[in-house]
């Protein structure tokens, strides 16, 4: 297959520990690329990159059909509970230069649980972390996306419902981000109809970064 027919992206998750990065990850690639698993302590140690098979019918180039494969960089958790925060940044570091360094990065995906309220003293270490691992051009490419997006629904809340009495910290960096964010159910009916839903939403977010990456070093 030519390159002229392939598109690769490149994604990042980031989050807290228990927040679903690795079962994100998952539903992303199609796979169980990634353990994931209720734990009392924070499950993924190192990085993983994981592949996904080409998805085709999503996207054109110069008139012809694209086949689209995502590259899904799954990181240890933000405060972790066996590795510090110089460990954590230094594990994350070393991982994007060795799979995105040429490339680039096009989007880094801050995984929040919908169904935990975001307070600032909580979420401030990871927003830190996320600043020094991709610089002053962050806020440009970094999605929120929200796991346990089931837990809403059973609450009886919209999307819209729950946005609208968010905290003013959720809310604050929601606009940070322009109001890039996903919600995921990951127990979903359908997980690949999921999948196809949450790839359209990216490929709208990389059109209005006009398909640029962050280069990283």
């Given at each position: 297959m030519s390159d002229d027919s392939k598109m690769t992206l490149n994604l990042l998750l980031l989050g807290k520990t228990q927040n679903g990065k690795s079962a994100m990850g998952n539903t992303l690639l199609g796979s169980t690329d990634f353990a994931s698993c209720?734990?009392?302590?924070s499950v993924t140690t190192s990085c993983s990159l994981g592949r996904s098979c080409l998805i085709s019918g999503?996207?054109?180039?110069?008139?012809?059909?694209l086949n689209v494969q995502l590259c899904v960089l799954d990181t240890p958790g933000y405060p972790h509970s066996s590795l510090?925060?110089?460990q954590v940044l230094q594990e994350v570091k070393s991982a994007l230069v060795q799979?995105?360094?040429e490339k680039g990065l096009?989007?880094?995906f801050l995984v929040l649980r919908a169904d935990v309220p975001l307070c600032?003293?909580?979420?401030?270490?990871?927003?830190q972390l996320l600043q020094e691992l991709l610089g002053p051009n962050w806020k440009s490419y970094t999605v929120i996306l929200f796991t346990h997006a089931d837990q809403i629904e059973?609450?009886?809340?919209?999307?819209e419902q729950y946005l609208h009495t968010a905290s003013d910290t959720l809310l604050k960096l929601m606009q940070s981000?322009?109001?890039?964010?996903?919600?995921?159910?990951n127990h979903a009916t359908s997980l690949k109809q999921e999948n196809l839903n949450i790839l359209r939403k990216i490929l709208a977010f990389l059109r209005q970064n006009s398909y640029q990456t962050l280069l990283l070093k």
């Open positions: 209720l734990s009392p302590c999503f996207a054109r180039r110069q008139g012809g059909e510090s925060r110089e799979h995105f360094g096009h989007l880094a600032e003293e909580e979420e401030d270490p990871t927003i059973e609450a009886g809340f919209t999307t981000v322009q109001q890039k964010y996903i919600f995921v159910d």
